[in-house]
């Protein structure tokens, strides 16, 4: 996928008159974005957002502290677009995924008293095209049992259509929509200091009976690899492993994990990084952040798919990660 920021054609009216002309017809969203040093990319996501077809009601952008001229490059955009706002919190020594979740609380209650359909949750390192929110959010319109939707994304040498095998049924945390009653539901996003924040608030939704899809129609780019933000690869994996764990993943679907994964960059040792993560936190016996009955949820989903990526392979059936239950 190309570079949005850089691509976006000019619109013939001006911004502000056409988030005044919006066809009332169309649901009303509003944007919550945490940034934390994100100098390097915000630009390309305020250029996508800028240019959308439907605008938001409302785009808060919370600096989380940051250190570098985050902060500053958002200032540049509001005087022209006053539907946006930049809050600023403290700095802070520590990073943590909880640290997240807290920034996006103080902009969300920003938007509470608002009148809005809809609530994004949106990073501050993407980039997509001009009619990417509208395209799902004529999803919800479609659908009134949505609760969450999102697409499938690209990064610089990953497609999450073609190499996960999370499936059409997880959002991805870089770009979330929420109704806003099933947001309100689920109790919308839970601290927790090593992540899966995300991952919580969208599979809670699906265990409470909302349907949550990524579509193929969009992506959206992600301009750092995914955990990466001030640490290694290697790191980011073997976090990732760990993450299976707390978060209640299988064992057995683990191994399999592990197994397709020292076959894609980085060869082998990615892969032992991320057993090696699960297997640390299983031996620490780290504490899990998620119910029971969330849990065995989970595990019931994985050990699906993996019947059905395995039955796949027997009759030597193409495998499509994206809808791998329907395989």
Known sequence: MRDIAGNVETATESVSEKHMDQSGSQLSYVLITPARNEEAFIEKAIESVIHQTVLPTKWVIVDDGSTDRTPDIVNRYLPEHPWMELVRRPQRQERHFAGKVYAFNAGYEKVEALDYEIVGNLDADLSFDADYIEVILNKFKADPSLGVAGTVFEEHGYSSERQSFEGHNHVAGGCQLFRRRCFDEIGGFKPNNAGGVDWMAVTTARMMGWKTR??????????????????????????????????????????????????????????????????????????????????????????????????????????????????
Do not use: C
């Open 214 to 327: 990524s579509f193929r129609e969009r992506s959206f780019f992600h301009h750092r690899h995914l955990g990466t933000a001030e640490r290694s690869v290697l790191s980011s994996l073997f976090s990732y492993g760990e993450k299976d764990y707390y978060l209640g993943g299988h064992p057995v679907w683990e191994l399999f994990r592990v197994a397709y994964r020292v076959t894609k960059p980085p060869y082998i040792v990615g892969g032992l990084a991320t057993g090696l993560g699960y297997l640390w936190a299983f031996l620490r016996r780290t504490p899990r952040p998620i119910s029971r009955e969330l849990m065995a949820f989970h595990r019931k989903e994985q050990m699906t798919k993996l019947k059905a990526i395995l039955g796949s392979l027997v009759r030597f059936r193409r495998i499509d990660n994206f809808n791998v239950e329907r395989t």
